[in-house]
Nanobody
Framework: QMQLVESGGGLVQAGGSLRLSCAASGRSLSSYGLGWFRQAPGKERELVASIDLSGENTYQIDPVKGRFTISRDNAKNTVYLQMNILKPEDTAVYYC????????????????WGQGTQVTISS
């Protein structure tokens, strides 16, 4: 069984930056496609970004393109989400997840989930 633990969330002002980390234990992340999701109060969970096994192919939703970057370090068994130029609408609980597929943009395909980390952006 694999456990995912997110860190790096917090409260920052609009325009600031945060880097989220997600460390895995129990299994190697190198065999999994990875993603970051978020859920704001009263809203459904949505994909923010995903990355394939090699780390060469990534996807970001339009609202975060040019501001957020997903990356992975298989040697450290960790996936990251660098978030720049943060906006109040980015406020949410952020979750990392792993899929047995090489790459996926569908939440239903992700089998392993972290517990989430709160990101709050003040205006």
């Amino acid at each position: 069984q694999m456990q995912l633990v997110e860190s790096g969330g917090g409260l920052v002002q609009a325009g600031g930056s945060l880097r989220l980390s997600c460390a895995a234990s129990g299994r190697s992340l190198s065999s999994y496609g990875l993603g970051w999701f978020r859920q704001a109060p009263g809203k459904e969970r949505e994909l923010v970004a995903s990355i394939d096994l090699s780390g060469e192919n990534t996807y970001q939703i339009d609202p975060v393109k040019g501001r957020f970057t997903i990356s992975r370090d298989n040697a450290k068994n960790t996936v990251y989400l660098q978030m720049n130029i943060l906006k109040p609408e980015d406020t949410a609980v952020y979750y990392c997840a792993a899929t047995n597929l090489a790459y996926s943009t569908y939440a239903s395909s992700y089998s392993y989930w972290g517990q989430g980390t709160q990101v709050t952006i003040s205006s």
